[in-house]
């Protein structure tokens, strides 16, 4: 790695990185999709109106995972992402609602403490 470049990779490139400058090819999040979702676990459900949720556990459980979607002519948007987590009588929780990826979910399950859903998210 120099001052103005690292080297990237990918699971199953066989060792083989390249030269990466993020100045000139700036590195993009992985949008959050309902079938990614849907390989997870996630159980999509109607919510309200136009808006529909893809749940993993349940706000009664120890742990709710919920991202709200909106139907919109061109498909699918997502509202926001809301990960709670309950434990011996407290609770953490985040709340996203911009910059809609699959690591900011993963950020938001790490931040109340469900790195193992994190860490186990599959593309």
Not at 30 to 50: Q, S
Not at 59 to 74: A, K, P, T
Request: glycine share 10%; proline share 3%.
């Amino acid at each position: 790695m120099g001052d103005d470049y690292a080297y990237a990779t990918f699971e199953g490139n066989k060792g083989d990185p390249w030269e990466f400058d993020d100045k000139d090819d700036q590195p993009e999040g992985i949008p959050l999709t309902k079938e990614m979702l849907d390989a997870n676990g996630f159980r999509y459900e109607k919510d309200y109106g136009p808006f529909y949720r893809s749940i993993l556990g349940s706000y009664s459980s120890e742990y709710c995972v919920c991202v709200e979607w909106r139907e919109i002519s061109e498909g699918r948007k997502i509202c926001y992402i809301d990960c709670v987590k309950r434990e011996d009588g407290r609770g953490s929780s985040a709340t996203i609602r911009g910059e809609l990826y699959v690591h900011t979910l993963q950020q938001a399950l790490r931040l109340v403490g469900l790195s193992e859903i994190a860490d186990n998210f599959k593309l």
